[in-house]
């Protein structure tokens, strides 16, 4: 079956899913004003690996093996979220599936089928993981609503009937399966919650209710150079007893591997998160370099700590991703795994400081940053020229030049998306508590006690 | 003169002004759909305090002597931006008046008659101190473009015509005088940036491009519950050889005096802004605990510690208030001052730990602070019903309520308004870096050394 | 009847006490080297206030009634322990009387009479809180040790019999009452830990066991400027089963108040802590300060933003104590209560950045802090020479002055005293978890709660 | 050559140095009471590598090649200071070899020479760098004592003849040859500073003045656990117009390349602190275990999230050395070097967290850390039987073994030797600024920004 191409993929996402966004249905996503930049974004990526071969398919579907495969592939794909999602969700899959094989064999066939299955029809997933959970504090089956968590309803020969709703499913009404996986661990008793499955966007019963960080606002994309081209939809997906035929179906009772799946995306996120965590920052350190020549303040000693800081913040992010690919371990299928202990320490590292970086960003731009005047100021023609005068930068920047940089560092960190981003970049996966639990996991804390006690001469082992 | 009504006050705005915004010239700001929310504001803190007596005047023009006053100025007011800067501009003249006074005596009675007039009339003036400053390293002398700070160009018996910008202007197209001070020390040779005087809005000359933190959203206020009611603008002045009479000139010339005025206001501006710190945070903190009551969460004892954190910080921006206070003093003509030292370390205070606590209270609220649904979906006949089930909260919190909570913290915190307040809070009066070098300048340095001297054993006074 | 002179405390303490040190007896403290020179400063204490009138007393027996009464206070006795032991032990005594009178009137009656024979025999106290505690987890009825926490093992009708061990006891083997306080709350079942009481220092069956930081080092004391002048002793208290007669018993199984108790003392432990944080603080300063003189980097930009850092510090420690007084309250007889929630907060964070604090002075010191030539060195034939001339400072100053300053500040950051402070001044009163959660017990929750609901719009006092 | 045994080594010191000590000459290091726990250390750095084969050589001396060479070479030598300071002198000599060599030729060949006479003779060698310099914000060239920076005073054909002070210099008295390098970067003018050359430990006019840190305290070594068996002196040279002759000559005169080889010793020096810096973190998260184990409180959550905190600060480290060695490189000779970004910033992380990291093992630790009875004390006939029983720690910890445990951890973070470590880590190689900029210089800094106007859409390469 021949790849899709970004037109085709349009055309895909019309095949009778109901979805909302501001209280309204969803007639074509690739129509809509605030999801045709999203369907547009992913339909490039459509576009530009397409190929035209009929054994021909899309390079997120290759298992990377070495750390020239996994260098390539985040180089190649960039941070788009559908195209992450859809990686992490399969990966995370094909993770567990020699571990789901010895439960029931039949399981981890089904994985590697529908790993297939999405590859040959180059189709996007997306991760359905977070349960709507209700009270925080008791167990899935304690809550006093038994639909907190989503789980298995009905059960006949063919397959299995779901009910519940999943939160915060990035690029949900723009994607083709629902890769719907078990919160965190389960325990006995609690076996309907354990289920893994996937679920078509179309399916009966289903309904996809939206938000965006899409731009909103003046009409004038010049004000929102990042947001107005790289916005993605978040859905909350309501499960109204929907069936999953058996083939769909990747757990389905055994409590035992419900936190196996979740660990598995957890690592594929997190690490997607630190894989591009350095160039995100080197970014960061490079327009704050930018905003201090333009206010002719490069070469003041005060400034020049600040960009060290951040270069340092940028260097410590990179070291994460490093120290986890070259201690990376395989599964029993030959699948890689960026070490976990890296990976969240260098995660909860990322979002401790990220806010601190952005702080010393604001530093070094000075309050113009949200309060540059538009661009529409710029063209007009009584205040333009005044405008040119009193904004042009040092060190021969423009005006508009700096209306530019100005606008951009808003877009990315003091307006609506970079709200957007800082909340979910550093909550993805848990807020920061959760994340120095998911280290301490990781750390081998029995060595570090053993060595501890060899050094100060105590029993060793005791 | 009586005072005026609301009504007055936005009649009062069609003088003539030449504002713009998004490019287009302003006719009637009351009736601008990205201003007269702000207007509207404004025009309430006029109704609130209206007293159709001859003699009545706003109480922001009582000048406060004892702590008892300046709490109940604090309290009456409120930290409504064209009241505070109306108070941190006429405040900042009459400290600085007895000092002009010594320089030439009708600087300070110009400063008092203005003063005067300003209370007869009820208007409102804004603190025009910023300059467009072109490169900082440089000397406003040194500059290429000679008008890169305001200054006097041409001087007649009758007064002064300046040239120059101002920038971050709060208030600017709403207020009816402008009141320009120095932004900063000047030496000799820099006489004629040595300026400060008053211009009203509708000058001949004076252009004012604004840019606001009004919400351009979807339209459905409730999203914006903050924004949506409290926003404001923030001017660009733009003189180009405005004259001003010299009744309100109060410094031309006088290097000696520049830094005064600048510091005066500071002062002001900064002490506004501690005043607020506490009561801010306090509403921080219960926006925390509510979000964590609704989550379930609010007995965990990490999200009690994370709730702690952010107590020790209200209570410490409270404590710089409280201290500044205990050891205010008083200028010469009897005018109140704010204790400068814990003024300056109690704003940095608050500006360096601001977005941490920010980042305390995401973590608690959890994703759904950026990605909850609409109230559109809320209120959709498909949808709310899942809605109204899988978003309620814990401890009785309905959807409704929980929906509610979460937009007016993302409004405040990770939306447009929230990235401008961030910003501009943490950088009004210089980054971080200069408020560190404030408050060392009001430290008592000699002191601490003469202490270390003796402590050491030491020669004293060596 | 008189107070006592110096030369009379040194007498009184040779009242058989059973002191230990280094696993020997303790003849007399006022002639061992590990503790005459913490003696001789008591007894200075003694001497300094020493009035031959027979109503005299000292003056830490004034309760303080003002801010000034509070100013003098601080300003007359300075921070020395023994001093200051007594007064948190006799005002957390004082405080909670009324409260304890409720209870029973004698509690009262007691607790007065033993604060003027305190007063009237000019005798010094301990402050003995700490219990050995046993297993954390585990209330002090579910040890599996009885007596982890102190308790009545017997009860006749002149008095009860304690047993147990309390640690951590300041200056325990200098004072002669040691004052016995339940170390937290108290529950129903716990009745024989629910005890207050008095124990004079020679009681039967009372042994001291103890440490201390005075210096083991060189014997030049050049090189221990500080500690070298006011260490002082800390006491493991060990009651094997020692007789209280009832006069000296303020709490005997009332579960319900021993909290209060403990929470007095905490308070006024911390009080003393805040009290003296802002001088303590400016004196870091000002040693920072000649440092960076003596390296000829006073004027290094980067130099002058580290002193600011450590400026607004000390501003900070300072606005604690100016709110919790400003805001002090009194109890129902009289007696003044420093502001429990500024003190917390205070005390957290001054701990929280004492360390960054010291960091910095290091950065500004350099490695020759610790690595200066001794004083012998300094005075040698041979060497001296080179080393006043390589080790001569900048601005004048002498190699003599520049190792003076350096030992000192070695002496007071990074050696044995140095160490002892940090943990001590840290964990006083419990670690800064305890005091986060201290501080949110005392923060008015429920009203910044009602704050955040007024604002968001939802229902108040819901 | 044979190598030397200990004892050999032992005897190779009696040479004729001039080393004092506490203002005294010392006679034999070996038999010193602060110097001979530090000599008979080295002795077993002899001894545990001893070969008598003719042709066999010290590990240190075999150049690593590979990552592999790297990890044993790590692991076989272990953190001993002097052992690093000769490979850190002697690699970094290597390292601008070829540099050198294009110098001028000689130079190179000389540094070879040297090295394989070191490795022949089997010696031992200090780094000597850093000078006496005097005020800091002068050139060594403007300072009013020309000898703050050690210089060529005399030159003849057969050599040099050099002057001034070299502080800090790690192990001074107890290596054969002083490697002297310049501090830092030289200009035109001052040649007679740009020197760099090997002087015997017994050379004419060289006068070596040590510090130690070394336990000076009760004779009880079980008190120092760490400081009683690790200790190393640092010595002050004073080269007293001391002769070089020009086979131990490395530079004279060529200010292109004193930077180079003050950076290549950095570089080592930095890269050694790094390379243990994960183990030794490790180390402190399970003395943290350890310690919260003792007090039974391993299982609370508070604790579990201080545990993590540590073990996150102790997987970055890793990190950062696993990074630096990813991306090692060589020089023309085929000597490796760890790359210098990572090296740096993890140096200044872990700088900059290692006095948190402290805080929080003593924040579980509590006060007992520093007030723990001796173990005179314990073994005490009459008090020995009431420690026992009182401090016996929980989960089976016996009073013994917690002692033990508070001792080590007291001695290597809270006494002399903790303050020692604390100090000379932190600021060896410089200050934090001092690191932040060295980390800012390795960065690519354009590529940062080439970056930044690529995404705002700026001309790439203005």
New interface residues.
């Given amino acids: 079956m021949p790849m899709m191409t970004g037109e085709a993929y349009r055309t895909s996402l019309l095949d009778g899913r109901r979805c ?6 969803i007639r074509d996503p690739a129509d809509h004003p605030l999801l045709k930049t999203a369907v547009a974004s992913v339909a490039g990526t459509y576009d530009r690996f397409y190929d035209p071969s009929p054994d021909a398919y899309h390079p997120m579907y290759t298992i990377p093996r070495t750390r020239e495969d996994m260098d390539k592939r985040v180089a190649a794909l960039g941070r788009s979220d559908i195209t992450a999602g859809t990686t992490a969700a399969c990966m995370a899959l094909v993770e567990v599936a020699p571990e789901l094989g010895k439960l029931r064999p039949e399981y981890r066939d089904r994985v590697y089928e529908f790993f297939d299955w999405c590859r040959t029809n180059d189709v996007r997933c997306s991760e359905a993981i ?1 349960d ?1 959970k ?5 167990r899935p089956s304690q809550q006093d ?1 038994r ?2 968590y989503v789980r298995v309803v009905d059960r006949t020969r063919e397959g299995i009937v779901i009910r ?2 999943k ?2 499913i990035t690029g949900a009404p723009l994607v083709h399966e629902q890769v719907v996986l078990p919160t965190k661990s389960m325990k006995p008793g609690e076996e309907e919650y354990a289920v893994a499955c996937s679920v078509p966007s179309n399916a009966e019963g289903l ?1 996809i ?1 939206n ?1 965006t ?1 899409a731009p ?3 009409g004038d994309l010049r004000h929102f ?1 990042i947001s107005g081209r790289t916005n993605m939809p ?1 859905g ?1 997906l ?1 499960f ?1 007893d929907v069936f999953v035929p058996n083939e769909r179906v990747f757990l389905d009772g055994e409590v035992s591997h419900a936190a196996s799946l979740a660990h598995a995306l957890g690592l594929w996120e997190r690490s997607n998160a630190v894989a591009y965590s350095g ?1 995100s920052a ?2 960061l ?3 704050a ?2 905003l201090a020549e333009m ?3 490069a ?4 400034i ?2 600040l ?3 951040m ?2 913040f ?3 992010c ?3 991703w ?6 990376a371990t395989q599964n029993d299928d030959g699948a890689p795994l960026p070490a976990s ?2 990976i969240s ?2 995660k ?2 990322n979002a401790e400081l990220h ?2 970086m ?2 010393i960003l ?19 023609e ?2 333009g020229e ?2 040119r ?4 930068g ?1 060190s021969g920047w423009s005006a508009q ?1 700096r209306l ?2 100005l606008h ?1 560092v ?1 877009d990315l ?4 998306y ?3 981003i ?3 970049e ?3 996966g848990g ?3 959760a994340q ?2 998911v ?2 996991r990781h ?1 081998d ?1 029995n ?7 060899k ?4 029993e060793v082992g005791a």
């Avoid at 005068?389 to 042009?392: F, S, T």
């Avoid at 960190?413 to 609506?416: G, P, R, S």
């Fill in positions: 909302y966004i501001d209280g309204e249905l977070t709507a209700g009270n925080r504090k008791k609503d639909d907190a519940g709703a939160l915060h309904k209710v938000t960080n909103r606002g003046d150079p978040e909350l309501i109204d160039s080197d970014r350190v490079g327009l370099a930018l206010n002719g303040a070469d003041r000693a005060d020049r700590d960009l060290s800081q270069a340092i940028a260097t410590m990179r070291a994460g490093e120290a986890a690919m070259a201690n202990l890296y320490a260098s909860f590292y806010g601190q952005v702080d604001h530093d070094i731009a000075g309050t113009l940053l949200v309060e540059a005047p538009s661009m529409a100021d710029y063209d007009n009584e205040i005044d405008i005068e009193h904004l042009a040092e030049d530019k940089l951009y808003r960190t003091a307006d609506t970079g709200g957007w800082a909340v979910t550093s909550l993805a807020g920061q508590y120095r639990l280290t301490l750390f804390l060595n570090a006690k053993e060595l501890a006690r050094a100060v001469g105590l």
